[in-house]
């Protein structure tokens, strides 16, 4: 088969196309990708000659770019996927998570072709007590999950309407190797690293659920390969922590693996103004995934955190490009000036 992986430059993408190229031999992977700030072709440096992959860029809002290519399933991570950035502008996120879907759903619609739709726990909003299923009403909260949202209505509305073969999957935090320096982990590591001030939102007591990428490509994987058309699943890590307390395991583990002051590293946390409409906390219900397909997280909290500071400390020069812009550069280098907008 082969598979055009929207989004594969991206933290989670990039991360699965590696393991789909790993897994699935008999599969050819095309990695379709705009390159936006969060596109970054370095992270795929060590598979980029593969026989069975290919690099294209492009927008996924571009249907007669994509109506030119040849691909028989979509695997559909893209999106623009910060909370803080679509509080700032939420346009593109409409942009890319809605039109860019319902452009996917229409190629896919002219094809027959199976498409899985990448989404998130926050279209559910925030609970207080218990966990979200599969059925519990969608209540976005920020600009970033009503487009998530939307999009996953769209989907729905595509199967309803015209029998398309589609799947849903709704991921908590993910956290692992590649994820941009903008998000809560990357963005803690790399900052304790510089001696910069490390922000903590309102009280700092907003919970999260966090699943390491490894455990999410596999279930990606299953349910892709296994699901029924028109299923929607929750993909857990049946693991809650408050922010507050990931930050303290990151600063108290990085002091110990380099030797750095633990105290001066505790200083650098620095109350800011909450995030606007914050959600206190995400917790989903991933049982039915277990059930009906036989996936549970396999990694460890305390492990596969410490594996993502070993990572951040050894891939230093990755985050660092990333920083300092010059991780834009490589695709030019690679590829030259060609653009498919
Ligand atoms: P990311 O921001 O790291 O990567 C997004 C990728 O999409 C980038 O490579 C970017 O260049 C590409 N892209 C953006 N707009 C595009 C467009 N118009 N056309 C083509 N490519 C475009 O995101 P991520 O963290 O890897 O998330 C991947 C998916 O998983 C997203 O759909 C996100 O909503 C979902 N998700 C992420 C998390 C998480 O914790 N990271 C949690 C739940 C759901
Ligand atoms: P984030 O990684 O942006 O993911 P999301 O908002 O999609 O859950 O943020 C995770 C949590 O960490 C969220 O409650 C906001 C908080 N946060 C901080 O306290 N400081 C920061 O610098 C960042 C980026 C996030």
């Not at 691909?71 to 623009?80: M, P």
Request: hydrophobic share 35%; glycine share 8%.
């Amino acid at each position: 088969m082969k598979i055009l992986v929207t989004g594969g430059a991206g933290f989670i993408g990039s991360n699965f196309v590696r393991y789909l190229i790993g897994s699935h031999p008999e599969h050819t992977v095309i990695n379709f990708d705009k390159l936006t700030y969060a596109g970054n072709l370095e992270n795929l440096r060590d598979i980029e000659d593969l026989p069975n992959y290919t690099f294209v860029r492009g927008d996924i809002c571009n249907r007669p770019f994509l109506d030119s290519l040849e691909f028989d399933a979509i695997i559909h991570f893209a999106a623009e996927s910060h909370v803080d950035r679509s509080i700032l502008d939420s346009f593109p996120f409409l942009q890319t998570n809605v039109i860019g879907t319902q452009s996917l759903l229409e190629v896919a619609r002219k094809r027959n072709c199976r498409m899985l739709h990448v989404s998130t726990d926050e279209v559910y909003g925030s609970i207080a007590q218990g966990l979200f299923t599969e059925a519990s009403p969608i209540e976005p909260n920020s600009p970033y999950a009503a487009s998530k949202a939307s999009s996953d209505l769209l989907v729905r509305a595509y199967h309803e309407t015209f029998g398309l073969d589609v799947m849903i999957t709704r991921c908590s935090n993910n956290y692992g190797p590649y994820q941009f320096p903008e998000k809560l982990i990357p963005l803690v590591i790399s900052h304790a690293v510089e001696g910069k001030q490390i922000p903590i939102y309102g009280d700092g007591k907003y919970v999260r659920d966090w699943l390491h990428v490894a455990d999410h490509c596999r279930a990606i994987d299953i349910v892709f390969h296994k699901a029924r058309a028109g299923s929607v699943y929750n993909i857990g890590g049946m693991n809650e922590q408050m922010n507050i307390e990931i930050i303290g395991s990151l600063l108290t583990k990085l002091a110990e693996k380099t030797g750095l002051d633990r105290n001066s590293l505790f200083n650098l946390l620095t109350p800011v103004r909450d995030r606007l409409g914050h959600d206190r906390r995400y917790a989903i219900d991933p049982s039915k995934i277990e059930r009906d397909l036989g996936w549970k997280p396999e990694t460890g909290f305390e492990q596969g955190l410490s594996e993502t500071i070993d990572w951040y400390l050894a891939n230093r020069q990755w985050w660092e490009r990333i920083i300092s812009g010059d991780y834009l550069d490589y695709y030019k280098t690679q590829y030259g000036e060609r653009f498919n907008e």
